[in-house]
T-cell receptor, first 111, second 116 residues
Framework: TQLLEQSPQFLSIQEGENLTVYCNSS?????LQWYRQEPGEGPVLLVT?????EVKKLKRLTFQFGDARKDSSLHITAAQPGDTGLYLC???????????FGTGTRLKVLA | DAGITQSPRYKITETGRQVTLMCHQT?????MFWYRQDLGHGLRLIYY???????DKGEVPDGYVVSRSKTENFPLTLESATRSQTSVYFC???????????????FGSGTRLTVV
C-alpha cells in the first residue's frame, strides 16, 4: 500500500512567519499535487508538479518535487491569516489519474 | 452555473437503508472520482470512472455501488448503510489532458453523511 506522510500534522504560527510543509513517500509518483481545503468545502488544487527537481512558485508559495519523485515540499513566505487551512499533498501512481492523498497539515496563521 | 455539484450537502439516514449521493459536472471531464474523508485517514478513493459506462474500484469500495450512464453524472449508492460509512463524501472530476499546466482534480463541496 502506498503511503504519503505529511509533516507536521499541525502548525500554528504568527502572521509574517515562514513555514515549510513536507510530503514524503517510499513510492515514486508520476506527478504530485498540493491542495488547500477550508472547513466545509472540498480541496482546491494549488499546483501540480511533474518533473523530478521541479520548482513552482505561486505568489508566496513555493512547491518543490524531489529529484527522485518520492517527496515534495511546500514553503510559504510571510504567512497571512488567509493561508489558514488544511494542506493536502496527493501523488499520482504510474499515470493512472488516480491520486493517493496524504493525511494533511492543518495550518493556522494568527494575526 | 458551471462546475461540479454534489447533493445533498447533509444527509442523516438509518442503518440498513439505501442512500444515493449525487454528483454532477458541467465540463464533460472524462474522469470522475468518489472519495471519503475521515479524521485520521485523510481522503480515500472509493470508486472512479474513466468515461461513461467505465467504472473501477478504488481503495475502499465495499458497501458502495456506482454507475455512470452519462458523462456528467456519477452517483454513489450505499446499498445498506452502516455506521462506519458515516463520513464526508467528495466527488471530483479531472481532465485527461496532461498538457494543462496544473491538471488535477476539481472537487465538489462534499456531502456530510451521518448513519444512525
Amino acid at each position: 500500500t502506498q503511503l504519503l506522510e505529511q509533516s507536521p500534522q499541525f502548525l500554528s504560527i504568527q502572521e509574517g512567519e515562514n513555514l515549510t510543509v513536507y510530503c514524503n513517500s517510499s513510492s515514486v509518483f508520476s506527478s504530485l499535487q498540493w491542495y488547500r481545503q477550508e472547513p466545509g468545502e472540498g480541496p482546491v488544487l494549488l499546483v501540480t508538479v511533474v518533473t523530478g527537481g521541479e520548482v513552482k512558485k505561486l505568489k508566496r508559495l513555493t512547491f518543490q518535487f524531489g529529484d527522485a519523485r518520492k517527496d515534495s515540499s511546500l514553503h510559504i513566505t510571510a504567512a497571512q491569516p488567509g493561508d489558514t487551512g488544511l494542506y493536502l499533498c496527493a501523488g499520482e501512481t504510474s499515470g493512472t489519474y488516480k491520486y493517493i492523498f496524504g493525511t494533511g497539515t492543518r495550518l493556522k496563521v494568527l494575526a | 452555473d458551471a462546475g461540479i455539484t454534489q447533493s445533498p450537502r447533509y444527509k442523516i439516514t438509518e442503518t440498513g437503508r439505501q442512500v444515493t449521493l449525487m454528483c454532477h459536472q458541467t465540463w464533460s471531464h472524462s474522469y470522475m472520482f468518489w472519495y471519503r474523508q475521515d479524521l485520521g485517514h485523510g481522503l480515500r478513493l472509493i470508486y472512479y470512472s474513466a468515461a461513461a459506462d467505465i467504472t473501477d474500484k478504488g481503495e475502499v469500495p465495499d458497501g458502495y455501488v456506482v454507475s455512470r450512464s452519462k458523462t456528467e453524472n456519477f452517483p454513489l449508492t450505499l446499498e445498506s448503510a452502516t455506521r462506519s460509512q458515516t463520513s464526508v463524501y467528495f466527488c471530483a472530476s479531472s481532465v485527461r489532458d496532461r498538457r494543462t499546466p496544473n491538471y488535477g482534480y476539481t472537487f465538489g463541496s462534499g456531502t456530510r453523511l451521518t448513519v444512525v
